[in-house]
């Protein structure tokens, strides 16, 4: 059992099961065989028929009790035996080994007494007699230890186990739940947090599961509190760095436009590799703002896009960087309407900006796959570009900002580690999930899946 739960779970209903189970044994088993549980003899109603027989026999003498004893059947007749005072047994039986220190002890002064005949529980009688003599009678009045043992198993033990089972199990099934739980909630909420998700937090959760966790759930909202904080403030300062950036850029491209115009050929490479620099630098800092400043930033999907129809007119836009390398796509779709709530051109964006990347890492010559899917409410688009992949380490690494993996996206690529972290934080903000995997015999695969608008009436 690989959880918590189960192993708090089997632990303690184990060690309930053990404990209840000794108290069987202490309290009813240990005690078969001892003589003196009369409540434990077999033949309760035969102990008092010999009882009475006894008194008879002290007012008749030893004739009546071996008249009585002569009518009984065998099974009785073999647990009762009796001697009189010249020590024969009164039936003319052989007296059982065992059973010699019993008679030893019955006489005037003990006049009952308790032992083990063959592991048996007996019971013997001293019965004194008109004159002077007497009658020594022992009843085996009960089977042995194991056979007690066996006989308590087939008809009380099972009814006791599964009734402390039951008990024992539920009792420790909400010991279980009641200390593994507040760990649960402090791995959904450490989950969480990883995702992104730092305004989440667990200190009204943990409100009454004792001091130690109260005091856990508080460092831990702190931690987060913190590390929220100094995101935001990360993010706030890489847009006002942007922002900054763009004035100087402003007047770099204005004076590179100001000396193209002066026509001298022999700076036009010069100019060419500051005006390319430039537009770099430009496509770096849109790509910044277009970040949300914390991960709860969202508006509304105020707009509404067919998934078909954006994907065709997008790949027909592209159709020209396509070509350049020889690439073709390949379009897969159920044709259906498939309806989508977004807002402004953020989806559009997103979708291009991944096309645009299976244009980018596809050999010359190859391919892009686009499948569109509906399942469930549910559209999925899966575009497959015919490149390298990603190593499998380093699949959900690249849609973080920034990240760029050195097989696949190099900066002589031209990527600068935004694209994809922008596209999972506008699929996120349109309710749906993105995710990386490597395609056999082909290359990396970006998967979307977006939730369809309700267009039943």
């Known amino acids: 059992m690989s959880s918590l739960f189960g192993r708090i779970f089997f632990g303690a209903w184990l060690t309930a099961m053990i404990m209840v189970l000794a108290a069987v044994y202490i309290t009813h088993i240990r005690e078969f065989g001892d003589p003196g549980q009369k409540d434990r003899w077999e033949g309760p109603e035969l102990f008092r028929e010999i009882t009475h027989n006894l008194r008879m026999t002290r007012r008749h003498g030893s004739d009546h009790f071996r008249h009585w004893l002569e009518r009984q059947p065998d099974d009785v007749r073999g647990r009762i035996f009796a001697i009189d005072r010249s020590g024969a047994e009164i039936l003319a039986r052989p007296i059982p080994q065992s059973m010699a220190p019993l008679f030893t002890a019955l006489n005037y002064r003990n006049r009952e007494a308790h032992g083990l005949v063959d592991k048996k529980p007996s019971v013997g009688f001293f019965v004194p007699?008109?004159?002077?003599?007497?009658?020594?009678?022992?009843?085996?009045?009960?089977?042995?230890?194991?056979?007690?043992?066996?006989?308590?198993?087939?008809?009380?033990?099972?009814?006791?186990?599964?009734?402390?089972?039951?008990?024992?199990?539920?009792?420790?099934?909400?010991?279980?739940?009641?200390?593994?739980?507040?760990?649960?909630?402090?791995?959904?909420?450490?989950?969480?947090?990883?995702?992104?998700?730092?305004?989440?937090?667990?200190?009204?959760?943990?409100?009454?599961?004792?001091?130690?966790?109260?005091?856990?759930?508080?460092?831990?909202?702190?931690?987060?509190?913190?590390?929220?904080?100094?995101?935001?403030?990360?993010?706030?300062?890489?847009?006002?760095?942007?922002?900054?950036l763009r004035s100087p850029l402003a007047r770099l491209q204005v004076a590179l436009g100001i000396a193209r115009q002066k026509n001298i050929q022999a700076l036009d490479p010069e100019l060419d590799k500051i005006g390319k620099a430039a537009d770099y630098l430009e496509d770096i800092i849109a790509d910044i703002l277009s970040l949300p400043v914390s991960g709860s930033d969202e508006r509304p999907l105020d707009d509404v896009v067919e998934i078909n129809s954006l994907l065709h007119a997008l790949t027909d836009d592209l159709k020209d960087e396509a070509n350049s390398k020889e690439l073709r796509f390949d379009i897969r779709s159920d044709d259906l309407e498939l309806l989508v709530a977004t807002r402004g051109s953020s989806l559009t964006a997103a979708l291009e900006n991944i096309l645009r990347n299976a244009i980018k890492y596809s050999e010359r010559g190859g391919r892009v796959?686009?499948?569109?899917?509906?399942?469930?409410?549910?559209?999925?688009?899966?575009?497959?570009?015919?490149?390298?992949?990603?190593?499998?380490?380093?699949?959900?690494?690249?849609?973080?900002?920034?990240?760029?993996t050195d097989e696949a996206r190099s900066r002589e690529s031209g990527g600068f580690g935004l694209g994809l972290a922008i596209a999972q934080r506008t699929v996120a903000q349109h309710r749906g999930t993105i995710e990386a995997f490597n395609v056999p015999a082909a290359g990396l695969g970006i998967r979307i899946t977006l939730p369809l608008l309700d267009t039943s009436f």
Not at 206 to 217: Q, Y
Not at 385 to 398: R, T, Y
Request: proline share 3%; with cysteine; hydrophobic share 40%.
């Open 129 to 244: 007699q008109r004159g002077t003599d007497n009658l020594r009678v022992v009843f085996i009045a009960g089977k042995s230890k194991g056979e007690l043992l066996l006989r308590f198993i087939l008809r009380s033990f099972w009814p006791i186990l599964v009734l402390a089972t039951l008990a024992s199990g539920l009792a420790c099934y909400w010991l279980a739940r009641y200390l593994s739980k507040p760990l649960d909630n402090l791995r959904t909420a450490t989950r969480r947090v990883a995702a992104g998700d730092l305004s989440y937090r667990v200190t009204p959760i943990l409100r009454g599961h004792g001091r130690e966790l109260g005091e856990l759930a508080a460092d831990f909202d702190s931690m987060t509190a913190q590390l929220q904080e100094s995101m935001g403030e990360q993010r706030r300062l890489i847009k006002d760095v942007s922002h900054e």
């Open 369 to 404: 796959d686009v499948d569109i899917k509906h399942t469930d409410g549910h559209c999925s688009v899966q575009v497959t570009d015919s490149g390298n992949g990603v190593p499998e380490s380093e699949l959900q690494a690249i849609f973080r900002p920034f990240y760029r």
